[in-house]
């Protein structure tokens, strides 16, 4: 549990390097990144699915990453994308080539549609976050 | 401070260098158009409009000035460039910068290189790789060939991307570099899973931003940016596993 603690932390710092996010910003980037991955293992580990994982883990990087946003004054992009890269199905996407390639497609077709699957709730994730936020921010201007 | 609006031809410079930067950079499709309504409010013109895609912007304000248009033919991902462009709009909008002073400091944002040194780049990318690995469950003992071939790959994306300018073409290169150099460390004995190594390294190319952004355009509803973005991270996905499955094409 340590070592994923420390690697997701690190693997998203390094990810915010890679997309020359603002220095000072980079042990957020790495923060977001870590607490989105420790919710999906934890969640994987003993209740769900990959799939509801990385939709409830990809909505928590969402919310944080808009808390930092207002907070620092920067684009929210910035901790948004280094926060869900641990999350995108390389893992699956690779299997799912893999067995293409072995002429094993029935399992090739399995593990695509669990990849897309994912990545398509990694992005409901995302927009829930940012629907409710802007629902937040209406609702007290009309009263 | 005695308020003097520019001329509208100003603006439109304006705003569309300040789009073209953020579009260079990666920002997403809505910030892109965001911004350049909120500049060309703050400058006077309430009434902007904007069509921005992944290749071009076409800028329009009302009234007899011509629409303008600028083509967007390279683009990589650097967001220090979009939050710079995002406090040179908050400023303007606060008051703090006149026209002039916001299209100097648009210029030396363009021209400035922010970007990390190349060898940070390779160092990020090689740790990177290691702690993916880790992250999918590998085995300490793989830690350090998904470092050496991480970095060997995002390496070589860097120099053959300078050298053939065809993004898919690199991508798919350095993923069969990637994939070579795991398979030399399984066969001379220093690495155990083949898997976990290829998954890690590949991880520096992943397009994550692309997929995130494609998303969030469409819901937008900016339909054409979002399917355009989504197309470019399906070209690099498919790059990359085309450049993996090679190698195991020829040795599995």
Known sequence: ?143 | MEHKFPTSLEVIDICLLAGKIMLQCGAETYRVEDTMSRIAATFGIPDSHSYVTPTGIIFSVDGTEPAKLIRISERTTDLYKVTLVNGVSRKAASGELTSKQAYIRLKEIEEADFTFPIYQQIVAAAIASGCFMLMFLGQWSDFIPAVICGGIGFTSFIYLHRVVQIKFFSEFLASLIIGLAAFLFIKSGFGAQLDKIIIGSVMPLVPGLLITNAVRDLMAGHLVSGLSKGAEAFLTAFAIGTGIAVIFAFYS
């Open chain 1, 1 to 143: 549990m340590l070592t994923h603690l420390v690697t997701s932390f690190i693997a998203s710092a390094a990810f915010g390097i890679l997309f020359n996010a603002p220095k000072k910003s980079l042990l957020q980037c790495g923060f977001v990144g870590m607490v989105g991955w420790m919710i999906y293992i934890i969640l994987v580990d003993r209740y769900f699915d990959a799939v509801v994982s990385s939709l409830i883990a990809a909505f928590s990087i969402a919310v944080l990453s808009q808390m930092f946003a207002r907070y620092y004054r920067t684009p929210i992009i910035i901790f948004s994308v280094s926060g869900i890269i641990p999350l995108v199905p390389g893992g699956l996407a690779y299997d799912a080539m893999r067995n293409f390639v072995e002429n094993d497609y029935n399992t090739a077709i399995q593990l695509a549609a669990k990849a897309f699957m994912i990545s398509g709730s990694i992005a409901v994730g995302l927009v829930v976050s940012e629907v409710l936020n802007q629902l937040i921010r209406k609702i007290p201007l009309k009263r």
